[in-house]
DNA sequence: GCGATGACTCAAG
DNA sequence: CCTTGAGCCATCG
């Protein structure tokens, strides 16, 4: 079978979303973080773009921040609702 | 095809 | 701490 399929959007958010709802409570991982997991550490940025577009009330997308332990950006609600999030699950930064 | 944009990343000042 | 600059790559007009 052929898997080339091109750069399929849908598909890499799914994987993403995949990704993204495995992460246990306190911990966090970063969009190049995920992006490779995925198999796409050169995608960081589709990562991010995923969230922002496409996210599922079944994927803690606050659980996904940057490398170097910023927050990044939230969708709902703030980075203020999502560090608050973080927080309540125990990751402590 | 091009230019601008972005919840990115890394390095340097 | 913040800003540039460079790299990366899909998306949009």
């Known amino acids: 079978m052929v ?3 091109l750069f399929n ?3 890499f958010a799914e994987r993403v979303r995949a990704v993204v709802r495995a992460i246990p409570k306190g911990q ?3 969009y190049g973080e995920v992006a490779t997991a995925v198999g ?3 995608h960081s940025r589709m990562v991010a773009r995923v969230m922002t577009n496409n996210y ?4 803690p997308c606050h659980r ?3 490398s170097d332990g910023s927050l990044g950006g939230y969708n709902r ?3 203020e609702q999502k560090r608050a999030l973080l927080r309540a699950e125990g990751y402590t930064g």
């Open 77 to 79: 609600g703030g980075v």
């Open 3 to 5: 898997r080339r399929k």
């Open 40 to 42: 796409a550490p050169r």
């Open 9 to 11: 959007y849908e598909e």
């Open 64 to 66: 996904i921040i940057k």
């Open 56 to 59: 599922l009330p079944d994927v």
């Open 28 to 30: 966090v991982m970063s």
